[in-house]
Each structure stands twice: as C-alpha cells, then as structure tokens.
Antibody
Framework: EVQLVESGGGLVQPGGSLRLSCAASGFTVSSNYMNWVRQAPGKGLEWVSILYSGGNTYYADSVKGRFTISRDNSKNTVYLQMNSVRAEDTAVYYC???????????????WGQGTMVTVSS | DIQMTQSPFSLSASVGDRVTITCRASQSITQYLNWYQQKAGKAPKLLIYAASTLHTGVPSRFSGSGSGTDFTLTISSLQSEDFATYYCQQSYSTPFTFGPGTKVDIK
C-alpha cells in the first residue's frame, strides 16, 4: 500500500528545534518529489518545502534559513528539521508526494495524516 | 510569488445542487492548476490536476475547467460526502501556492 506516515510533532518553545519524519511505503522517496505542507489551526494550506529526486531543495520564504528538508534513502524517509521556531510555525505538518503526471503537470497525490507542531512557552 | 484567490469563501447548498467554485491566479499559469478536497481533521485529497484531468477514483460529478488565470471546479450534483473545503493550488512555479479555500456546507 502506498502511504506516508509522519511523526515527531509536539510542543516546542520559541527559538527551539524539532525534527519531523515522514516514512514512506509502497514507493521510493529518492525517486519522487517530496514536500512538506502545513496548516495552521483553522487556516488554509501553506506549502513549506520540496526535495526533488535530483537533490534540489526549495523553501517558502517564511521558513527559508530556518527549516531544512532532507531524506534518508536507506530508511525511505523524508525529514524536516525545524530550527529557530516561532509561534507562527504552529500548524499541522503534512508530508506529501508531488507526482508528475505528464508534461510537468504535477500535483500532491499522496498525503500523510499530519503531525501537529505547537510552538509555545 | 503567484497569488491564488477563490470565490466564494463559503457556500451553503443542498444535496443534488450544482456547485461552482472559482479560482483566480495573479498571473498566467496556463493549466498548471490543481484542486483538492479536505474534510475536517483529515488530510487533503487530490481531485483534479492540470486544470481538468480527474484524478484516479474521483467521481465524474467533479469537473474542472479553465486556463491562464481563471479556473472553475464544478460539482454537477452535490452528494452528502462532498461537504468539505476545496482548495485550488498552482504548480507553475515555487512557491506552490494554494487558494484560501471554499467551504461547502449543508443548507
């Protein structure tokens, strides 16, 4: 079965760090475009970061310089290292695969269940 | 960055109604436009990609159209399981921005 399972969320103090994990099954993360998308309580969806199969990474301006996306091919797992967190980083964080359907028309086709991150003192 | 807007913000409808949601991009994204459905407490689900292509397993009552800057999502006959929030999202360039969402609830 193709699925993504996130873990690692929790309560963290402002300025602290947290690492989220996203374990994939049924496909290989290194061959796919893996993303993090977040949703603040009661708010809409915000794309956070992408890790391309070739290794290139991109970030939303709101997290650039603070968050790092990476993967461990041996564990078929993607990570989001969150440093210098702020109250506005409080959200459910989803891991999502971006599938290239044809001619670069791609979309987030597989999503995890999400993991909650709360930044508060 | 490309900004995405949606209208209406929310709507109330009855089972069997035809529902149309509009999405607009701040610049041309040709047909790099996707639609998602999200139910409360759940992860989003992909409905439509490339503006008009139905994702595998999505009922045919859902359809999408548009190109350039203006797009629509139509539900031809609303079913009880369709009450949810719908988001458009551009895949033209990073950051891959989403619209603010349209909540569809029961009249």
């Amino acid at each position: 079965e193709v699925q993504l399972v996130e873990s690692g969320g929790g309560l963290v103090q402002p300025g602290g760090s947290l690492r989220l994990s996203c374990a994939a099954s049924g496909f290989t993360v290194s061959s796919n475009y893996m993303n993090w998308v977040r949703q603040a309580p009661g708010k809409g969806l915000e794309w956070v970061s992408i890790l391309y199969s070739g290794g290139n990474t991109y970030y939303a301006d709101s997290v650039k310089g603070r968050f790092t996306i990476s993967r461990d091919n041996s564990k078929n797992t993607v990570y989001l290292q969150m440093n210098s967190v702020r109250a506005e980083d409080t959200a459910v964080y989803y891991c999502a695969r971006k599938q290239d359907f044809y001619r670069n028309h791609d979309a987030f086709d597989i999503w995890g269940q999400g993991t909650m991150v709360t930044v508060s003192s | 960055d490309i900004q995405m807007t949606q209208s209406p913000f929310s709507l109330s409808a009855s089972v069997g109604d035809r529902v149309t949601i509009t999405c607009r991009a701040s610049q041309s994204i040709t047909q790099y436009l996707n639609w998602y459905q999200q139910k409360a407490g759940k992860a989003p689900k992909l409905l439509i990609y490339a503006a008009s292509t139905l994702h595998t397993g999505v009922p045919s009552r859902f359809s999408g159209s548009g190109s350039g800057t203006d797009f629509t999502l139509t539900i031809s006959s609303l079913q009880s399981e369709d009450f949810a929030t719908y988001y458009c999202q551009q895949s033209y360039s990073t950051p891959f921005t989403f619209g603010p969402g349209t909540k569809v609830d029961i009249k």
